[in-house]
């Protein structure tokens, strides 16, 4: 007996049988039906799922800041200071803070070990004594949402890996490492001067070792670190990245200061790519948050002068590898702002809209490095004994 027999209705009976057999596959319309709803579920979800993953990224970065700032105080609780941003003297180059803190962060045998190779009073980054400076990545250093924050890029003393988490240097531009800059405001400038004024408006300087007791606008209004994008590798000549975090443009036009070194922090500002926010112009080869154990404030530092994610501008021509003196910003990939670490050891977010007060009228160094800072709220943030005692 046959298959359509056993369903004989009558009339056409086996003729809705076999149609019924027929309809149990999708036609090719009802298939792209499907696909489309699928493709906007996906659209919608999507973001979600992204920014679910961003707030996990940015959790992790915020708690890495908490135990940067747990690290400081126990190194204060042992040697009654905070360790000097940079270390250097009489030909040695630019020990940066961090190595002093490794005993702090779980990395005492990188710390013995790197002792053990120095020679000389104080150990000269750029010639790279110890291979770990190439190789050794500490992963509370790095933020997890930066692309470059975990890659061992270049040449052996040069970018090589990184810190995330960066000093801060305060409103102070001028001089901030630079051995060739002559007046008041350079590495050799005795410390009666006006240059003793530069030194402490923040915690963390060349050569200078502040205590809990030098934060006169208190502990909770004073900010000791933040965040700094990782710049990328650039791999042949000296052309620079372009991109705004990680990257730094070369000095704008008129370099940010005039004869008398007042500065005009919108000049850099400028240095924005007008039809790509993203970008700079001008590109310099930067080595932001690059090599983890240098000193200076273009690779460990960053100003609280432009609000968080601006540019980064440095003085010197791109015939220079380390950015000496300049505007280096807070930068990071979270979105609408950066992580900081204040002096209480307590973390915050500091958004791009802060205030910055009057980076558009020049500063006269001579004045307000001895007074309240110039650059609003984020100034203040960075200055330990301006008598601001404003709260992010």
């Known amino acids: 007996m046959g298959r359509e027999d056993c369903v004989n209705f009558g009339g056409g009976g086996n003729f809705h049988f076999r149609r019924s057999l027929r309809r149990l596959a999708f036609t090719l319309v009802e298939l792209l039906v499907v696909i489309a709803i699928i493709g906007i579920l996906i659209a919608l979800l999507l973001p979600a799922v992204q920014a679910a993953r961003e707030s996990a990224r940015r959790m992790q970065c915020s708690n890495n800041m908490k135990q940067f700032g747990i690290s400081l105080h126990n190194y204060h609780d042992v040697n009654g200071t905070f360790p000097a941003r940079c270390v250097s003297h009489h030909g040695y180059h630019y020990w940066g803070g961090m190595v002093a803190l490794l005993p702090y962060m779980e990395q005492n045998s990188a710390y013995d070990t790197i002792v053990a190779k ?207 003196w300049g505007i280096f910003s807070a930068t990071s990939y979270h979105s609408g702002g950066v992580n900081a670490v204040l002096v209480d050891g307590s973390c915050r977010f500091i958004s791009d809209t802060i205030d910055c007060g009057g980076i558009n009228s020049y500063q006269v160094c001579s004045v307000y490095y001895s007074d309240k800072s110039p650059f609003g709220v984020w100034g203040a943030l960075g200055s330990i004994n301006g008598g601001e005692t404003v709260s992010p």
């Open 118 to 324: 120095t020679t000389g009073t104080v150990p000269s980054v750029d010639e790279a004594l110890d291979p770990m400076f190439a190789t050794l990545v500490i992963s509370s250093l790095c933020c997890p949402s930066d692309p470059n924050s975990r890659e061992i890029m270049g040449v052996t003393g040069h970018l090589i890996a990184g810190s995330n988490i960066v000093f801060s240097a305060a409103d102070v531009a001028l001089g901030s490492n630079s051995p060739g800059l002559t007046g008041p405001y350079g590495d050799d400038a005795a410390l009666e001067t006006t240059s003793a004024q530069v030194i402490n408006r923040g915690l963390f300087f060349q050569n200078v070792w502040h205590s809990m007791a030098s934060v006169l606008d208190g502990t909770s209004n004073s900010i000791a670190a933040s965040e700094a994008a990782g710049s990328p590798w650039v791999v042949t000549g000296k052309t620079g990245p372009t991109v705004l975090r990680g990257g730094t443009t070369e000095k704008p036009a008129g370099g940010m200061a005039n004869s008398s070194y007042n500065l005009l922090a919108a000049d850099c500002m400028n240095m924005r790519n007008p039809t790509n926010p993203r970008e700079i112009k001008n590109p310099n080869r930067s080595c932001r948050a690059r090599n983890w154990a240098h000193g200076c404030v273009g690779t460990q530092g960053f100003h609280t002068i432009l609000p968080p994610n601006s540019p980064s501008c440095a003085r010197v021509s791109n015939d220079s590898y380390f950015e000496w």
